[in-house]
T-cell receptor, first 112, second 114 residues
Framework: QQPVQSPQAVILREGEDAVINCSSSKALYSVHWYRQKHGEAPVFLMILLKGGEQKGHEKISASFNEKKQQSSLYLTASQLSYSGTYFCGTERTEDSNYQLIWGAGTKLIIKP | DSGVTQTPKHLITATGQRVTLRCSPRSGDLSVYWYQQSLDQGLQFLIQYYNGEERAKGNILERFSAQQFPDLHSELNLSSLELGDSALYFC?????????????FGPGTRLTVT
């Protein structure tokens, strides 16, 4: 089943904060976050693993609640460059083929 | 630049035709993924190859097929094209088959079926 992302879209002023959520009904091994700007390829942001390990390299933080099968992406002091569509991809514990199941995306618009 | 290349960048063809999309992964990456993204939609996973072998299959139509060659480049073949096949097709690569590995996406091939 596809993970559910919320909100579907959000409009912010530069400098404001945003939280994007990704929920699954299945036990998860990892949650991946990507950002896609219009007409471009998705770009890797972060991976959160069961057990709390995080792998990422941008000034964006995230959490992974294993009990709730939910991850949240935190964008603080948003910049114009944060605009785009954010996708979460989930890797389920029960799957052995490591296929990512992608959410429908959250569109983030940052206004000056 | 992710290091993943895809050709062609744009493809316009008629219904019923057959096309081949090509992807070269990043140097050292063994795994290749194919995705379809229709206008303003999410990513639909099609198929994954690892070191030449099919590893996982998603929502790939029977009219579509793919392969990964010994030099690790991959091709996605789309046949008997329909209007609904118009979409952006992305290829991504990663070091290994899975285990929470980040994927690096190519720039995509925009397919328009008329």
């Amino acid at each position: 089943q596809q993970p559910v992302q919320s909100p579907q879209a959000v409009i912010l002023r530069e400098g404001e904060d945003a939280v994007i959520n990704c929920s699954s009904s299945k036990a998860l091994y990892s949650v991946h976050w990507y950002r896609q700007k219009h007409g471009e390829a998705p770009v890797f942001l972060m991976i959160l693993l069961k057990g709390g390990e995080q792998k990422g390299h941008e000034k964006i933080s995230a959490s992974f609640n294993e009990k709730k099968q939910q991850s949240s992406l935190y964008l603080t002091a948003s910049q114009l460059s944060y605009s785009g569509t954010y996708f979460c991809g989930t890797e389920r514990t029960e799957d052995s083929n490591y296929q990512l199941i992608w959410g429908a995306g959250t569109k983030l618009i940052i206004k000056p | 630049d992710s290091g993943v290349t895809q050709t062609p960048k744009h493809l316009i063809t008629a219904t019923g035709q057959r096309v081949t999309l090509r992807c070269s992964p990043r140097s050292g990456d063994l795994s290749v993924y194919w995705y379809q993204q229709s206008l303003d939609q999410g990513l639909q996973f099609l198929i994954q190859y690892y070191n030449g072998e099919e590893r996982a299959k998603g929502n790939i139509l029977e009219r579509f097929s793919a392969q990964q060659f010994p030099d690790l480049h991959s091709e996605l073949n789309l046949s008997s094209l329909e209007l609904g096949d118009s979409a952006l097709y992305f290829c991504a690569s990663s070091r290994k088959a899975g285990g929470a590995r980040e994927q690096y996406f190519g720039p995509g091939t925009r397919l328009t079926v008329t």
